[in-house]
C-alpha cells in the first residue's frame, strides 16, 4: 500500500477482554513505532522496531501490553485483559533506517473498553 | 534520558497575528528535532525538520542548543493553522527512536 495502514479502525471490547491490534507500514521501512494518544492527550510512546534488533520496549505500560513484528512487516500490538483506562487511540508510525528521515503514521485504531 | 517539552497545551491567537509554539527538549548525545502537525480527521504529519532549515506553510523553527530549545513560529496566522502541533526529537544519525512531546493545541481566531 501506498501508507501506514492499521486494523481495525475502531475496536470496541468489553473489560478483560483480549484486543489485537494490526500495523502494516510501509515497505522498506525497517523503523515501526507504536503510540497511545488518550483522549485530550499527548502521545504517549510504547515500543519502537528497528530492523532485528531487539525493540525498545520502555514505554509498554504494564505487562499486560505486548508487541511483535515479523522481519520488517506487519506488526501487532496486543492488550490483554484490558481495562477502560486503556481506551485510546493507538497510533502506528514507520520510517526508514536513517536519522532524521520522516515518520509516517497510520489513521490510528480506535479502542473503546466498555 | 531525552525528554520533550511543549508548555502550552492549548494557544489561541488572532488571524494575522503572530504565533509561536514553544518546545524545549534534554538528550544527552546531538538531538534532531521534528514538529509534526494533525489537522482535524487527518494523520499525524510531519511539518518540517531542523536539518531542513526549510519553510513550510510560513513556519519555522530554529534549533537553539543554547536554550535547548526548537520553537515553532509564524508572522501572520492562518485559520487554516489550527491544528494540534507536536514536537518531537530523535538521536542524530542512524535509526534512533522517536520522542513526542504532549503537544499544543493551536486555534486561530477568525
Known amino acids: 500500500g501506498a501508507g501506514v495502514s492499521q486494523s481495525p479502525s475502531n475496536k470496541v471490547t468489553e473489560k478483560g477482554k483480549d484486543v489485537e491490534l494490526r500495523c502494516d507500514p510501509i515497505?522498506?521501512?525497517?523503523?515501526l513505532y507504536w503510540y497511545r494518544q488518550r483522549l485530550g492527550q499527548g502521545l504517549e510512546f510504547l515500543i519502537y522496531?528497528?530492523?532485528?534488533?531487539?525493540?525498545?520496549k520502555s514505554g509498554l505500560p504494564s505487562d499486560r501490553f505486548s508487541a511483535e513484528r515479523t522481519g520488517e512487516s506487519v506488526s501487532t500490538l496486543t492488550i490483554q485483559r484490558t481495562q477502560q483506562e486503556d481506551s485510546a487511540v493507538y497510533l502506528c508510525?514507520?520510517?526508514?533506517?536513517?536519522?532524521?528521515?520522516?515518520?509516517?503514521f497510520g489513521q490510528g485504531t480506535r479502542l473503546t473498553v466498555v | 534520558a531525552q525528554r520533550v517539552t511543549q508548555p502550552e497545551k492549548l494557544l489561541s491567537v488572532f488571524k494575522g497575528a503572530p504565533v509561536e509554539l514553544k518546545c524545549n527538549y534534554s538528550y544527552s548525545g546531538s538531538p534532531e528535532l521534528f514538529w509534526y502537525v494533525q489537522y482535524s480527521r487527518q494523520r499525524l504529519q510531519l511539518l518540517l525538520r531542523h536539518i531542513s532549515r526549510e519553510s513550510i506553510k510560513g513556519f519555522t523553527a530554529d534549533l537553539n542548543k543554547g536554550e535547548t530549545s526548537f520553537h515553532l513560529k509564524k508572522p501572520f496566522a492562518q485559520e487554516e493553522d489550527s491544528a494540534m502541533y507536536y514536537c518531537?526529537?530523535?538521536?542524530?544519525?542512524?535509526?534512533?527512536?522517536?520522542?513526542f512531546g504532549t503537544g499544543t493545541r493551536l486555534t486561530v481566531i477568525p
Open positions: 522496531f528497528q530492523g532485528n534488533s531487539a525493540p525498545d
Open positions: 508510525a514507520s520510517s526508514l533506517a536513517r536519522g532524521g528521515t520522516e515518520a509516517f
Open positions: 515497505s522498506g521501512h525497517t523503523a
Open positions: 518531537a526529537l530523535s538521536g542524530q544519525g542512524g535509526a534512533n527512536n522517536l520522542f
